[in-house]
């Protein structure tokens, strides 16, 4: 692909690189260019590794008889769309300095997964992985695009060669040549229902385009293909997803994977649904969400309590008002459309160590990456304070190296405040028990007559007897051994029947998260131009532990989200290179862009495996702003473009048509 490095060069100054750059010469024998994501996955196309096919990867889930549902159906109704290429847009750019140490490798890189990263450059050059640190300072964004291991492996290879400290830090438009930006997709979804809206049965054929080279789609590909059922019961089901080699810079995750390609495609095949069959599309929703106690595509039970209704019902009110206060001194016609979704609080491995001090102060001891959702520097050290009975600023964070702290999956996939506080709520619990142990033997009492708060350990009984947290834990150190644990977590796995499952590897939600937006919209009819006026977004994502932090996910996936709908396409030219790859030309939503108004509902719930109740809500805000939009779109028109994303221009020749 373009872009692709077919050499490295060290020099002491970025001049003496360049000049030397410009020296080597490549040989490349020409072969067929295969670019278009449709074209590359037919039969007979040429193939981008030469003897490989191009389809890399196929995921497949199989419920019931579709054929006989599809048979014997009052009607079927077919909806294809189209999505684009996206990039993380984060401002901080890649970059890596690696260092050899006496018999092993010390990086210092942004990046979301550090033990990942860890873990691959001890395969690549057989190295005990204790012999490698990674260091993170802070990360400038991530949204998925840090995940994977970059440059790492060459800026080591390259220090292990010369025995030097050797850095790179990318340019803009080499960082968005090279990343792993947001796959483009063609997503076809067909459901045969009843006289009264019943989904009966749907299939599901989706292309999702891989680039030169297989990152993470695999595990994408079944993402996919799990999620074209949307929050809805549908009893039987063949859902296809193929992962597709092009010629183009390799795709990865990107903040929610294949979320809003899947969420754009099933809500507005809902909104065909509705208007096929002359029904409300709220009332068709309504009739059709998954209940407690069903199964899912995948075949696992719900056992969480099933919130999307509440959340439609909250937004659909808003809109209401929006509709109700709209001014009359605009010419622009207006529009207001909503979508639903579900998503996951995955809950991959995750480890975390508490220490207690004489003092009676904490340190935390964690893996994870801060990468601005405020968890992993906020969140977490006030779960511990909370638990412990202390102020949070007796609480002090150890993190940002894999020597100093335990293993932790990542940052990603709504998973840091869900599996990581598990981890740590596992540790500090532990902490609890050896304090209740010590301060039992010195109160007198049993350990569960015990409780800890205001920096004291008290008894509960009448007398309220009391110790300084800080003499028991002296009082601990001394007689039984510091007091110190660490936790560990990894979600349990659930039980699956009654579906087919050939590949897929990601069909559980195990703790689900229940998700709806609405917008109102306004569309400049000369211009083609759309402006977001109001935004009401409701989640159910368990007891919410930060406000703040969690309006803040919230607004921020939400202008995401928005950018990916109307602003922001990845561009390739016809060789499959990167046509603009800087800010000034791949287009973000400013300040200029986003909504007056972003109204911020969470439903009251409580997550039954979560850390005190909490579910994730790092990805959800940013998978549902596409669909809302074109549902604010057929509001307005009666229909709405098939196609991402809703740009001036395309609207514009939508209008025409």
């Not at 309220?464 to 003499?471: F, G, I, T, V, Y």
């Not at 110190?484 to 689900?512: H, T």
Request: charged share 20%; hydrophobic share 40%.
């Amino acid at each position: 692909y373009v872009g692709e490095p077919l050499a490295m060069i060290a020099a002491t100054s970025l001049s003496a690189a360049r000049r030397a750059a410009r020296l080597v010469e490549a040989e490349i024998e020409p072969a067929p260019f295969v670019i278009d994501l449709v074209q590359a996955a037919e039969p007979g196309a040429p193939s981008v590794h030469g003897d490989r096919p191009n389809v890399l990867d196929t995921a497949r889930i199989r419920r019931g008889d579709v054929d006989a549902a599809f048979r014997d159906a009052f009607k079927v109704v077919t909806t294809r769309v189209e999505t684009q290429r996206v990039h993380q847009g984060y401002l901080e750019p890649r970059g890596v300095t690696a260092a050899p140490t006496g018999d092993g490798l010390s990086l210092i890189m942004s990046t979301q997964q550090p033990f990942g990263v860890r873990q691959v450059l001890s395969e690549l050059f057989d190295i005990p992985m204790s012999r490698i640190e990674i260091t993170v300072p802070a990360v400038g964004g991530g949204f998925g695009g840090k995940l994977h291991v970059g440059f790492a492996p060459h800026v080591a290879a390259m220090a292990l060669a010369t025995r030097r400290p050797v850095q790179l830090i990318c340019e803009r438009g080499e960082d968005m040549r090279t990343g792993s930006p947001r796959e483009n997709s063609v997503v076809e979804l067909s459901t045969a229902v009843d006289a009264a809206g019943k989904f009966l049965a749907r299939k599901a054929d989706i292309l999702l385009d891989s680039g030169a080279y297989a990152l993470d789609i695999q595990a994408l590909n079944s993402i996919a293909a799990f999620y074209a059922t949307g929050p809805y019961y549908i009893e039987n089901l063949d859902l296809l997803s193929r992962a597709v080699y092009t010629h183009t810079c390799p795709t990865g995750s990107f903040r929610g994977p294949t979320g809003p390609q899947m969420v754009f495609a099933g809500e507005t095949h809902v909104n065909d649904i509705a208007e096929a069959l002359g029904l409300d599309a709220t009332e068709l929703r309504r009739r059709n969400f998954i209940q407690k106690g069903q199964r899912g595509p995948g075949g696992e039970e719900i056992t969480a309590e099933v919130t999307v209704a509440a959340c439609m019902d909250a937004v659909t009110e808003r809109l209401k008002a929006f509709r109700a206060e709209a001014p009359k001194d605009d010419p622009r016609p207006r529009g207001y459309g909503l979508a639903c979704t579900w998503w996951n609080s995955i809950g991959t491995p995750s480890s975390a160590q508490v220490e207690m001090h004489e003092d009676g102060s904490a340190t935390l001891s964690s893996g994870g990456t801060e990468i601005g959702t405020s968890v992993i520097s906020t969140t977490l050290p006030a779960i511990v304070a909370e638990v412990l009975g202390i102020a949070p600023e007796m609480v002090t964070l150890n993190n940002g190296s894999t020597r100093n702290a335990p293993f932790e999956s990542g940052s990603r996939g709504s998973r840091t405040l869900f599996s990581t506080g598990n981890a740590t709520l596992k540790a500090v619990n532990q902490i609890v028990a050896q304090i209740k142990e010590e301060a039992a033997e010195l109160l007198g009492v049993a350990p569960e007559n015990l409780v800890l708060r205001d920096g004291r350990v008290e008894t509960a009984a009448p007398g309220n007897a009391s110790l300084p947290l800080k003499d028991v834990i002296v009082s601990a150190k001394m007689r039984s051994g510091p007091v110190v644990a660490a936790g560990r977590y990894r979600a349990a796995q659930v039980a699956v029947s009654g579906s087919q499952l050939d590949n897929a590897r990601m069909a559980r939600l195990g703790e689900p998260t229940f998700h709806c937006q609405g917008v109102e919209i306004a569309l400049d009819p000369e211009t083609g131009r759309i402006e977001v006026l109001r935004v009401v977004a409701a989640h159910d994502i368990g007891k919410v532990l930060n406000p703040v932090a969690a309006r803040g996910q919230v607004e921020g996936g939400v202008v995401q989200g928005i950018g990916y709908a109307i602003y922001e396409n990845l561009e390739t030219d016809k060789t499959g290179g990167v046509r603009n790859g800087n800010f000034h030309d791949y287009r973000m939503p400013t300040i200029k862009d986003i909504p007056a108004s972003i109204e911020t509902i969470f439903i009251d719930s409580y997550a039954a495996t979560g850390p005190l109740g909490a579910k994730g809500i790092g990805e959800p805000p940013v998978i549902i702003p596409a669909a809302a939009i074109g549902s604010a779109l057929r509001d307005m028109l009666g229909r709405q473009p098939k196609s991402l994303p809703f740009d001036a221009a395309a609207m514009a020749s939508f209008l025409e048509a």
